[in-house]
């Protein structure tokens, strides 16, 4: 399973971007799609998650902010953000849980991450 994510640059406090995030390989079902950032020095934190068919999860920092959707037919997972703010800067990585077929999985893959600059 690959995942290609893009949409980062970089953009003013206040703008906004929309990151996406494209699954393919040998996929069954996914549980879970998942946005994941991290800045230097500091662990991976979560951003927000869409977990299949269930609901969607979002970190304090961004809630009401950033909104998290897929398009199931495509496998492909965004993240619009509004409303930037300097501390969201970061390398923005995509997860997927993955099954590869019947009681095979899931199986975690990360995308290469899209870096997001937000000056103030």
């Known amino acids: 399973v690959q995942l290609q994510a893009s949409g980062g640059g970089l953009v003013q406090a206040g703008g906004s971007l929309r990151l996406s995030c494209g699954a393919s390989?040998?996929?069954?079902?996914?549980?879970?799609m998942s946005w994941f950032r991290q800045t230097s020095g500091k662990e991976r934190e979560l951003v927000a998650a869409?977990?299949?068919?269930?609901?969607?999860t979002y970190a304090p920092a961004v809630k009401g902010r950033f909104t998290i959707s897929r398009d199931y037919a495509k496998n492909i997972l965004y993240l619009q953000m509004n409303g930037l703010r300097p501390d969201d800067t970061a390398m923005y990585y995509c997860?997927?849980?993955?099954?590869?077929?019947?009681?095979?999985?899931?199986?975690?893959?990360w995308g290469q991450g899209t870096l997001v600059t937000v000056s103030s």
């Open positions: 997860k997927t849980e993955v099954f590869t077929g019947i009681g095979r999985g899931p199986y975690d893959y």
């Open positions: 390989g040998t996929i069954f079902s996914i549980k879970r």
């Open positions: 869409h977990h299949t068919g269930v609901s969607t």
